[in-house]
Nanobody
C-alpha cells in the first residue's frame, strides 16, 4: 500500500483544516487507517484510527475537535480538524496496518505503511 497525504497548511487558532490520504492497492478496505503527528523535537504520537467497520478511536487531545472518515470505494481517508490549537502544530502522517487492539493502535511501530507527512501549523 502506498499512501499520499495532503491538505496541511497554515491556519490561525480556532480555524479548520481537512487532511486527505489517498491509498493505492486493492486491499485498502481491509486495513485499519490512522493519523499520527510529530511535533519538532517530540515523538510521533497517535491521533486517530478508523477500522474497516468504521469504528473510530481518538486521542484525548483531539476528541470533539477532529473527525476521521474513510471512503473505501475511493481508497481515501480524511481528517477534519476543527477548533485548531497551536499545540496541534506538527507534521501529520497517515498510516495503514492491522493495528486493531487498543495498545497496537497507539504504537507507531505496529503500523505497516506510512505516507510522507503533511505539515500543519497553527498560529496563536
Amino acid at each position: 500500500v502506498q499512501l499520499q497525504a495532503s491538505g496541511g497548511g497554515l491556519v490561525q487558532a480556532g480555524g479548520s483544516l481537512r487532511l486527505s490520504c489517498a491509498a493505492s492497492g486493492r486491499t485498502f478496505s481491509s486495513y485499519v487507517m490512522g493519523w499520527f503527528r510529530q511535533a519538532p523535537g517530540k515523538e510521533r504520537e497517535f491521533v486517530v484510527a478508523i477500522t474497516r467497520n468504521i469504528g473510530t478511536y481518538y486521542a484525548d487531545a483531539v476528541k470533539g475537535r477532529f473527525t476521521i472518515s474513510r471512503d473505501n470505494a475511493k481508497n481515501t481517508v480524511s481528517l477534519q480538524m476543527n477548533s485548531l490549537k497551536p499545540e496541534d502544530t506538527a507534521v501529520y502522517y497517515c498510516a495503514a496496518g492491522d493495528a486493531y487492539s487498543s495498545t497496537a493502535r497507539v504504537d507507531p511501530q505496529r503500523w505497516d505503511y506510512w505516507g510522507q507527512g503533511t505539515p500543519v501549523t497553527v498560529s496563536s
